[in-house]
């Protein structure tokens, strides 16, 4: 029996439901964007439970304990729609829901659960989290009576500022009675016992970009036997389920790029060219389209492949590169330019592109929220770090790479056989470590995971990092190399990090003669 609720993920109750559907997905997508969100709030005050199993409700999306007490939250994805909230009524376009009601039976069940099982008395609160495309998509004229209701991106702020009523050693006692999923009458069922259940979040059902065009798909469902009833009702709910997800799905939210808008809104800065940047014959048009919004640190100068970095990670699906073209920059130089962005910016999720004369039509591996939701972790991850290397007080290089060295390899965990799956080009969406956010989960990564964080750490803290593909040994890898007086020397985080209980330094600032004796081969030019 599975009694630690600490392990489960966001969305987790939807996405193990053996009849999920494009809405489950979606309605999952939201809850791990919510619990991204709340991962800011910290630590030692905070303590974050998600998908709490709980008899008679089904479950609770995250429940919160900290200083104001207990904080249960129901988080409503609402992408492409528009949510009016006055009072007791709130309508989701034209439809009224009952939110409201629903919460503050959340929170009965959670006071009464918690007082069953000896936890000491404090106010439990009770929130709606609202995910929407921009904040001018929700109106709140009056909450209802004991609800907040708040835009996602606001939460952990409205959570702060809730007044204090608990002391650290009671909110300690709460959250472990809490954890236990025989506080709340039941417990999830252990992963080893969930039959027919695929691994990962289902890929069906969910609105998504590929080569062969966008397509939505019902959730396979399993066979039901001879009970026709639920069969039909299940094909009815799933030809509304293929007319309504594309509807809802066209304008999934870009959540981390603070905007709705995949027009450009930001001119491009001239600046020279820094070394790990690639500097492309074409200097900047006269009718230079703009620079879409991103609210994260973009780590291109030319201005070309900057403003292909800020479209590819604002998620722009067609970006205009006819003014390129007029002013001399050939296909070769796009591509190539793409290519360096998907391989090292730390927020780009690129899984192929078309060129034309005109316009390059981007491809992504993951859906809009799904991505906004890895750009979040991995910025947050990226400056918890370099505010733990700030913290060391020291400005010599070497002594930042070695820190940031050790630091990831005791954050992140080394997997085997995902790097060989990445080597021989089989790594499945659903397992896929390769980006930096992955370096900053338990799940495991791989080394391109490693050094997209390394390199995104060590520019925050002015060091010049550089992400590489190659071969080690015939398999293939990613890597750092590090400017440290004017010399390129090479870091390798994973290979260091790949024996278990120890982190090694044997791969740590080397020449690049002795990088050669080690067996790296660097591609020559970086390759996705």
């Given at each position: 029996m599975v009694d630690d609720l600490g392990a489960r993920r966001p969305g987790e109750s939807l996405r193990v439901n053996p009849y999920r559907t494009a809405a489950h997905e979606k309605g999952a997508?939201?809850?791990?964007?919510?619990?991204?969100?709340?991962?800011?709030?910290p630590r030692e005050r905070w303590t974050v439970l998600h998908s709490v199993p709980v008899d008679g409700i089904g479950d609770i999306d995250h429940l919160v304990i900290g200083p104001p007490g207990v904080v249960a939250i129901n988080t409503k994805n609402?992408?492409?729609?528009?949510?009016?909230?006055d009072g007791e009524s709130i309508r989701v376009g034209s439809r009224d829901v009952e939110y409201a009601r629903t919460a503050r039976r959340h929170r009965l069940v959670v006071e009464q659960a918690l007082a069953r099982a000896g936890a000491p008395v404090v106010p439990v609160h009770t929130m709606i989290a609202v995910?929407?495309?921009?904040?001018?998509?929700?109106?709140?004229?009056?909450?209802?009576?004991?609800?907040?209701?708040?835009l996602a991106e606001e939460l952990p702020g409205r959570l702060e500022a809730l007044p204090s009523a608990v002391s650290m050693d009671a909110g300690r006692k709460i959250a472990s009675i809490a954890s236990r999923?025989?506080?709340?009458?039941?417990?999830?069922?252990?992963?080893?016992?969930r039959r027919g259940v695929a691994r990962g979040p289902a890929r069906h059902g969910v609105v998504r970009r590929s080569r062969r065009g966008a397509s939505a798909a019902l959730a396979r469902t399993p066979h039901l036997g001879p009970r026709r009833g639920r069969v039909l009702?299940?094909?009815?709910?799933?030809?509304?389920?293929?007319?309504?997800?594309?509807?809802?799905?066209?304008s999934l939210l870009w959540r981390a790029s603070g905007g709705t808008s995949d027009s450009a809104t930001q001119s491009v800065p001239n600046t020279s060219a820094t070394p790990g940047s690639s500097v492309h014959a074409s200097a900047a048009p006269a009718a230079f389209p703009e620079e879409p919004e991103f609210a994260y640190a973009l780590i291109s100068q030319d201005p070309l492949t900057r403003y292909l970095e800020a479209s590819l990670a604002r998620g722009v699906e067609v970006i205009a590169v006819e003014p390129w073209i007029e002013s001399g920059a050939t296909a070769a130089n796009i591509e190539r330019a793409v290519a360096e962005v998907s391989v090292r910016s730390p927020y780009v999720y690129v899984d192929g592109w078309d060129l034309s004369n005109s316009d390059l039509i981007a491809h992504y591996r993951f859906g809009r929220m799904e991505i906004s939701t890895r750009?979040?972790?991995a910025a947050l991850g990226i400056a918890q770090a370099a505010d733990h290397m700030r913290a060391l007080e020291t400005g010599d290089t070497r002594q930042v790479v070695a820190a940031i060295h050790d630091w990831l390899a005791g954050s992140a965990t080394y997997d085997p056989a995902l790097a060989l799956a990445y080597s021989e080009g089989s790594l499945a969406p659903d397992d896929d470590a390769s980006d930096a956010a992955s370096a900053f989960r338990p799940f495991g990564t791989i080394g391109l995971g490693y050094a997209r964080a390394f390199a995104a750490i060590a520019r925050e803290l002015g060091v010049e990092a550089v992400v590489v593909t190659g071969d080690v040994d015939g398999l293939r890898h990613a890597w750092n190399t590090v400017d440290?007086?004017?010399?390129?020397?090479?870091?390798?985080?994973?290979?260091d990090d790949a024996v278990a209980d120890a982190v090694r330094h044997d791969r740590l600032l080397l020449t690049a003669e002795d990088a050669a004796a080690m067996g790296y081969v660097e591609d020559l030019e970086p390759r996705p």
């Open positions: 997508e939201g809850e791990a964007y919510v619990g991204v969100l709340l991962d800011r709030l609402h992408s492409g729609r528009r949510v009016r909230v995910v929407v495309d921009s904040a001018s998509l929700l109106t709140v004229q009056a909450e209802p009576v004991g609800v907040g209701v708040v999923a025989g506080t709340w009458g039941r417990a999830p069922i252990p992963r080893s016992r009702a299940w094909t009815a709910a799933g030809v509304a389920v293929l007319f309504l997800v594309p509807l809802l799905g066209s750009q979040i972790r440290v007086d004017g010399e390129a020397l090479l870091v390798d985080v994973a290979l």
